[in-house]
């Protein structure tokens, strides 16, 4: 099998992995109780989505 020749440089190494870093999630407000949700899920502190109640909420408004 062949094998590199030379050794890669630290900075051609970090230029290859500079895409690799893990990217923030998105966030969404829930339109009735303003908390922060990841998007096209129902909301953890009040348990609505799209308007209607699917869930059992932790608080009831």
Same mark, same amino acid.
């Given at each position: 099998?062949?094998?590199?020749? %030379? %050794? &890669?440089?630290?900075? +051609?190494?970090? +230029? %290859?992995?500079? &895409?690799?870093?893990?990217? #923030?999630?998105?966030?969404? !407000?829930?339109?009735?109780?303003? *908390?922060?949700?990841?998007? &096209? $899920?129902?909301? $953890?502190?009040?348990? *609505?989505? +799209?308007? $209607?109640?699917?869930? #059992?909420?932790? #608080? !009831?408004?």
């Amino acid at each position: 099998m062949p094998n590199p020749k %030379r %050794r &890669h440089s630290k900075a +051609r190494r970090d +230029r %290859r992995r500079a &895409h690799d870093a893990l990217a #923030e999630p998105g966030r969404s !407000t829930c339109p009735s109780c303003g *908390e922060i949700k990841l998007p &096209h $899920r129902a909301c $953890r502190s009040c348990g *609505e989505y +799209r308007g $209607r109640d699917v869930i #059992e909420g932790k #608080e !009831t408004l």
